[in-house]
């Protein structure tokens, strides 16, 4: 008899396991924009579930960062006069600005260690990558050529950003990378094609991005490639922006009309529903 129950008890923790290449549905919280004039940061759990608004008021809040803990969101207040950088706990208190300057301050990402927030800053009238610390001290400007929409190496080591080249006559956006430092900026993703929006893979060894290279006029699609721009493919036909990884990698979430989440093979597209049309999404991994 005690065999016997002991078997079954085996039997039972077997059968809960997820069969030999099934993966686990993704899981955390998704932070991201929603509204038209008054836009607002709102987030909601990877299946849909317990959605919040965290932010409230006449001016416009969107690019959503998480820190790496967790524990608060980076994220461009906007208003008529200027864009700055706030931050603010994960439930939305503790609304703080950064940067507090006249003028237009966008796009943060904290480093993997959470000791800096990545940003890109117009000044005299050029975008370009800055650093600071997390409490707004220590600005510095690291990139010298035109830089928007950081994203970390998840080693810290590099620095990705979306580079358009202003007065050469090409519109087409393209992906350059540099070392964290701002030394050695370089293409990384320079098609022909108008490509934005890189993510690393947890492990660093793939790349997410926008691309609009076989898509109707005005649409991007989500594609992949090794981390040093090779053996790019396209990853779902779904039209979508600004991909993100879940933290195992198994995953990529990107935006377009609704939030998708897709399998890095591109199989399981499914949609995570929100009463609106949602953008720039971040994923707490």
């Known amino acids: 008899m005690r065999l016997l129950t002991v078997l079954g008890f085996a039997l039972a923790a077997a059968a809960a396991l ?22 607002d940061i709102y987030a909601v759990n990877a299946d849909g579930s317990a959605l919040v608004r965290l932010t409230d008021d006449p001016a416009a809040d969107f690019d959503p960062s ?27 208190s503790r609304q703080r600005n950064l940067t507090r300057r006249r ?10 260690d959470g ?20 409490d707004g001290s220590g600005r510095r400007r690291l990139s010298r050529v035109y830089g ?7 080693d810290g080591k590099k620095i990705a950003f979306d580079h358009v080249a202003f007065g050469s006559g090409s519109t087409d956006w393209d992906i ?9 900026a370089r293409p990384l993703i320079a ?14 060894k793939t790349i997410a991005y926008q691309s609009d290279r076989g898509a109707p006029a005005n649409y991007t699609r989500i594609w992949l490639a090794r981390s040093d721009g090779s053996r790019r493919h396209l990853l779902t036909r779904r039209l ?8 195992r990698g198994g995953y990529v979430l990107f935006t377009g009309n609704r939030i998708f989440v897709v399998r890095r093979d591109g199989s399981g597209l499914r949609s995570v529903r929100v009463p609106g049309e949602p953008f720039l999404a971040d994923w707490k991994r």
């Open 18 to 39: 997820p069969a030999a290449g099934a993966m686990i549905a993704p899981t955390g919280r998704i932070a991201f924009s929603m509204g038209n004039q008054n836009r």
């Open 66 to 92: 998480w820190s790496p803990d967790g524990r608060r969101i980076a994220y461009r207040h906007e208003d008529e006069q200027s864009g700055q950088i706030y931050v603010m706990n994960s439930d939305g």
């Open 103 to 112: 003028g237009l301050d966008y796009s943060p990402a904290w480093s993997p």
């Open 115 to 134: 000791r800096r927030i990545a940003f890109a800053s117009v000044r005299a009238g050029k975008a370009t990558i800055w650093l600071m610390r997390p």
């Open 148 to 154: 928007e929409y950081p994203a970390w190496s998840p």
């Open 176 to 184: 350059w990378v540099m070392n964290a430092d701002g030394s050695h």
């Open 191 to 204: 098609s022909g094609a108008s490509e934005q929006g890189l993510a690393w893979s947890p492990d660093g």
């Open 240 to 247: 979508g922006e600004r991909p993100v990884w879940s933290k």
